[in-house]
């Protein structure tokens, strides 16, 4: 079983930045991919980016291209995302997520799930 516990939400303004941070506990960190998610209000969550376990492949989703950035000290069993140039759109609570495999895409689904933290972005 992994847990996961995500912090670093807040309030930002339009064109600002965040970092996310995610711990996690329960398995080797450096044996699975990490992903984040978001879900805005009255949509799906939706795929925001992932990385692998080694940290040395990741994906991101083309609304969140250039912008953002996946890291992880494994060290540390610690994830990251980066978030720069933010925009009103980017406003969602975020999730961290654990997948079973070293890689994962958008279409593969996690296994385990933070709890979330808001990310609210003033335009």
């Known amino acids: 079983q992994v847990q996961l516990v995500e912090s670093g939400g807040g309030l930002v303004q339009a064109g600002g930045s965040l970092r996310l941070s995610c711990a996690a506990s329960g398995r080797t960190f450096s044996s699975y991919a990490m992903g984040w998610f978001r879900q805005a209000p009255g949509k799906e969550r939706e795929f925001v980016g992932s990385?692998?376990?080694?940290?040395?492949?990741?994906y991101y989703a083309d609304s969140v291209k250039g912008r953002f950035t996946i890291s992880r000290d494994n060290a540390k069993n610690m994830v990251y995302l980066q978030m720069n140039s933010l925009k009103a759109e980017d406003t969602a609570v975020y999730y961290c997520a654990g997948y079973s495999g070293r890689v994962a895409t958008m279409i593969h689904r996690p296994n385990y799930w933070g709890q979330g933290t808001q990310v609210t972005v003033s335009s």
């Open positions: 990385i692998s376990s080694s940290g040395g492949v990741t």
